[in-house]
Protein backbone atom coordinates (compact mmCIF):
# COMPACT_ATOMS: atom_id res chain seq x y z
CA UNK A 1 0.00 0.00 0.00
CA UNK A 2 2.78 2.11 0.77
CA UNK A 3 4.64 1.80 -2.37
CA UNK A 4 1.43 3.45 -4.65
CA UNK A 5 1.69 6.54 -2.32
CA UNK A 6 3.93 9.45 -2.35
CA UNK A 7 5.07 12.20 -0.33
CA UNK A 8 2.26 13.74 2.94
CA UNK A 9 0.03 10.93 2.03
CA UNK A 10 2.36 8.08 2.24
CA UNK A 11 3.63 9.90 6.11
CA UNK A 12 -0.15 10.14 6.86
CA UNK A 13 -0.90 6.44 6.37
CA UNK A 14 2.46 5.22 7.50
CA UNK A 15 1.16 7.29 11.03
CA UNK A 16 -2.43 6.08 11.15
CA UNK A 17 -1.09 2.49 10.52
CA UNK A 18 1.88 2.77 13.37
CA UNK A 19 0.13 4.99 15.64
CA UNK A 20 -1.52 1.51 17.78
CA UNK A 21 1.93 0.53 18.07
CA UNK A 22 3.44 3.50 19.37
CA UNK A 23 0.66 4.26 21.84
CA UNK A 24 1.73 0.53 23.60
CA UNK A 25 5.04 0.94 23.70
CA UNK A 26 4.64 4.65 24.94
CA UNK A 27 2.34 3.47 27.95
CA UNK A 28 5.86 1.46 28.86
CA UNK A 29 7.49 4.31 28.91
CA UNK A 30 4.93 6.36 31.20
CA UNK A 31 4.33 3.45 33.36
CA UNK A 32 8.29 2.93 34.22
CA UNK A 33 7.95 7.00 35.24
CA UNK A 34 5.11 6.06 37.31
CA UNK A 35 6.74 3.63 38.90
CA UNK A 36 9.82 6.16 39.08
CA UNK A 37 7.84 8.35 40.95
CA UNK A 38 6.71 6.17 43.75
CA UNK A 39 10.08 5.03 43.95
CA UNK A 40 11.16 8.79 45.17
CA UNK A 41 7.60 9.04 46.91
CA UNK A 42 8.54 5.88 49.10
CA UNK A 43 12.17 7.43 49.37
CA UNK A 44 11.20 10.52 50.65
CA UNK A 45 8.67 8.81 53.20
CA UNK A 46 11.72 6.72 54.17
CA UNK A 47 14.22 9.42 54.40
CA UNK A 48 16.50 7.65 51.88
CA UNK A 49 15.52 10.32 49.16
CA UNK A 50 19.01 11.69 46.95
CA UNK A 51 17.98 14.84 45.23
CA UNK A 52 18.95 14.62 41.77
CA UNK A 53 18.87 16.83 38.66
CA UNK A 54 17.54 13.72 36.67
CA UNK A 55 14.25 14.50 38.57
CA UNK A 56 13.92 17.91 37.03
CA UNK A 57 14.85 16.30 33.34
CA UNK A 58 12.11 13.40 33.71
CA UNK A 59 9.65 15.88 34.55
CA UNK A 60 9.53 17.91 32.04
CA UNK A 61 9.98 14.95 29.81
CA UNK A 62 7.04 13.81 30.89
CA UNK A 63 5.40 17.16 31.37
CA UNK A 64 7.25 19.71 28.83
CA UNK A 65 4.71 19.76 26.32
CA UNK A 66 1.43 20.10 28.29
CA UNK A 67 3.76 22.91 30.36
CA UNK A 68 4.36 24.59 26.94
CA UNK A 69 0.53 24.34 25.91
CA UNK A 70 -0.68 25.37 28.95
CA UNK A 71 1.33 28.80 28.94
CA UNK A 72 -0.23 29.69 26.01
CA UNK A 73 -3.37 28.30 27.38
CA UNK A 74 -2.78 30.80 30.06
CA UNK A 75 -1.77 33.68 28.02
CA UNK A 76 -5.04 33.51 26.30
CA UNK A 77 -7.58 32.85 29.43
CA UNK A 78 -5.75 34.96 31.83
CA UNK A 79 -7.98 38.12 31.29
CA UNK A 80 -10.82 35.60 31.94
CA UNK A 81 -9.51 35.31 35.26
CA UNK A 82 -7.42 32.13 35.24
CA UNK A 83 -5.02 32.12 37.35
CA UNK A 84 -1.31 30.49 36.80
CA UNK A 85 -1.91 28.05 39.44
CA UNK A 86 -5.22 26.57 38.00
CA UNK A 87 -3.30 26.58 35.11
CA UNK A 88 -0.66 24.57 36.30
CA UNK A 89 -3.57 22.31 37.62
CA UNK A 90 -5.39 22.04 34.52
CA UNK A 91 -2.11 21.24 32.63
CA UNK A 92 -1.14 18.00 34.67
CA UNK A 93 -5.11 16.89 34.77
CA UNK A 94 -4.45 17.05 31.10
CA UNK A 95 -1.21 14.79 31.07
CA UNK A 96 -3.15 11.89 33.14
CA UNK A 97 -6.57 12.60 31.57
CA UNK A 98 -4.61 11.41 28.06
CA UNK A 99 -3.21 8.16 29.93
CA UNK A 100 -6.76 6.94 29.38
CA UNK A 101 -5.55 6.73 25.64
CA UNK A 102 -3.20 3.74 27.27
CA UNK A 103 -6.49 1.93 28.69
CA UNK A 104 -8.55 2.02 25.57
CA UNK A 105 -4.89 0.83 23.22
CA UNK A 106 -4.21 -2.05 25.84
CA UNK A 107 -8.40 -2.93 25.84
CA UNK A 108 -7.95 -3.30 22.16
CA UNK A 109 -4.79 -5.29 22.08
CA UNK A 110 -6.53 -7.94 24.66
CA UNK A 111 -9.92 -7.51 22.60
CA UNK A 112 -7.60 -8.53 19.86
CA UNK A 113 -5.43 -11.32 21.07
CA UNK A 114 -8.57 -13.18 22.46
CA UNK A 115 -10.62 -12.55 18.93
CA UNK A 116 -13.36 -10.67 20.48
CA UNK A 117 -13.58 -8.55 17.77
CA UNK A 118 -17.24 -8.02 17.52
CA UNK A 119 -18.89 -4.21 18.01
CA UNK A 120 -22.17 -4.17 19.52
CA UNK A 121 -23.74 -1.43 18.27
CA UNK A 122 -25.65 1.45 20.74
CA UNK A 123 -29.14 0.27 21.82
CA UNK A 124 -31.88 1.82 19.74
CA UNK A 125 -35.40 2.36 21.65
CA UNK A 126 -38.88 2.60 20.31
CA UNK A 127 -40.27 5.40 21.09
CA UNK A 128 -44.22 6.02 20.72
CA UNK A 129 -45.81 7.63 17.57
CA UNK A 130 -47.65 10.39 20.46
CA UNK A 131 -43.97 11.22 22.09
CA UNK A 132 -42.05 11.53 18.13
CA UNK A 133 -45.34 13.77 17.67
CA UNK A 134 -45.02 16.19 20.90
CA UNK A 135 -41.19 16.56 20.17
CA UNK A 136 -42.22 17.81 16.80
CA UNK A 137 -44.59 19.95 17.74
CA UNK A 138 -42.14 21.80 20.50
CA UNK A 139 -39.51 22.11 17.88
CA UNK A 140 -41.74 23.35 14.89
CA UNK A 141 -44.43 25.10 17.15
CA UNK A 142 -46.89 23.35 14.88
CA UNK A 143 -49.06 20.61 15.32
CA UNK A 144 -48.55 17.57 13.56
CA UNK A 145 -51.35 16.61 11.20
CA UNK A 146 -53.08 13.60 12.35
CA UNK A 147 -53.92 10.63 10.05
CA UNK A 148 -57.33 10.23 9.31
CA UNK A 149 -59.08 6.77 10.61
CA UNK A 150 -59.43 4.53 7.64
CA UNK A 151 -57.93 6.98 5.47
CA UNK A 152 -54.43 6.51 3.74
CA UNK A 153 -51.33 6.51 6.29
CA UNK A 154 -50.12 10.42 5.82
CA UNK A 155 -53.42 11.95 5.12
CA UNK A 156 -54.43 15.37 6.98
CA UNK A 157 -57.39 15.58 9.25
CA UNK A 158 -59.79 18.13 8.57
CA UNK A 159 -58.61 21.70 9.12
CA UNK A 160 -54.78 21.41 8.97
CA UNK A 161 -53.14 23.74 7.14
CA UNK A 162 -50.97 22.31 4.26
CA UNK A 163 -47.62 24.86 4.43
CA UNK A 164 -46.30 23.19 1.13
CA UNK A 165 -47.71 25.91 -0.79
CA UNK A 166 -50.57 24.16 -2.52
CA UNK A 167 -54.71 23.17 -0.82
Not at 56 to 73: H, M, N, Q, R, W
Not at 133 to 138: T, V
Request: aromatic content about 12%; proline content about 4%.
Amino acid sequence: MLRDLSGTRRADILYHLTSPFLLLVTSFLSAAFAFWVLDILIGIVLGQAVVSPWWLSAYLVAFGPAVLFGLVYWSQEKHHGLNPFAAVVLIHGYVLYALLWYVAGWKAAYRAVVGQNSWSKTERNVESTNQVDESAEELTGEAVPEEIPGGAAGSRASGALDHGGGQ
